[in-house]
């Protein structure tokens, strides 16, 4: 869920998800959706709308102040058309889509971020603070105070910007 968040380089303006065929290949090369499954571009709306409505979450577990309610919306009207759906197995509860092809590589993603909300690990997922950047990482640290993505790159942006600040 993270990689496909991370499909954009908004610093480098490099998007992989730029095309219909570009979806289909990066969800096969993840074993998420068959090379042959069709993606037009209703599919890539959803796509894109789902790495954009999951940033805007992580970027609210990093003390954004971005509107989660019209990105959980989203969420919603992309899990309803993804045929998201509980299974019971084995005495556990999964999500998983009922969908093939992109839209079940795409219910995938979303199941993940899903089993993630549920099992607590999603709180340690974040989108850094650093507006031209909003890279999806993981907050590994103790306390859970990480910010941005890399603090020898964006940490270091900000403090530098910080530091110019005061003494100006």
């Given at each position: 869920m993270?990689?496909?968040?991370?499909?954009?380089?908004?610093?480098?303006?490099?998007?992989?998800?730029?095309?219909?065929?570009a979806l289909r290949g990066w969800l096969a090369g993840r074993e998420l959706?068959?090379?042959?499954?069709?993606?037009?571009?209703?599919?890539?709306?959803?796509?894109?709308?789902?790495?954009?409505?999951?940033?805007?979450?992580?970027a609210a577990n990093n003390g954004g102040a971005p509107s989660v309610v019209d990105a959980s919306a989203?969420?919603?009207?992309l899990a309803t058309g993804l045929a998201l759906g509980v299974r019971l197995?084995?005495?556990?509860v999964r999500i998983e889509p009922r969908a093939d092809?992109?839209?079940?590589?795409l219910g995938q993603v979303l199941a993940a971020a899903a089993s993630a909300m549920a099992d607590g690990s999603w709180r340690r997922l974040k989108a850094c603070r650093s507006d031209t950047c909003r890279w999806a990482f993981i907050d590994e640290a103790r306390n859970h105070s990480r910010q941005w993505c890399s603090m020898a790159v964006c940490?270091?942006?900000?403090?530098a910007r910080a530091y110019r600040s005061r003494r100006a």
């Amino acid at each position: 869920m993270r990689d496909f968040v991370n499909t954009v380089d908004l610093e480098a303006r490099r998007d992989e998800l730029d095309t219909p065929a570009a979806l289909r290949g990066w969800l096969a090369g993840r074993e998420l959706a068959p090379a042959t499954a069709r993606a037009g571009e209703a599919e890539l709306r959803d796509a894109l709308a789902l790495r954009e409505a999951l940033r805007v979450l992580l970027a609210a577990n990093n003390g954004g102040a971005p509107s989660v309610v019209d990105a959980s919306a989203t969420l919603d009207r992309l899990a309803t058309g993804l045929a998201l759906g509980v299974r019971l197995s084995d005495g556990e509860v999964r999500i998983e889509p009922r969908a093939d092809g992109v839209a079940g590589g795409l219910g995938q993603v979303l199941a993940a971020a899903a089993s993630a909300m549920a099992d607590g690990s999603w709180r340690r997922l974040k989108a850094c603070r650093s507006d031209t950047c909003r890279w999806a990482f993981i907050d590994e640290a103790r306390n859970h105070s990480r910010q941005w993505c890399s603090m020898a790159v964006c940490g270091n942006r900000q403090k530098a910007r910080a530091y110019r600040s005061r003494r100006a």
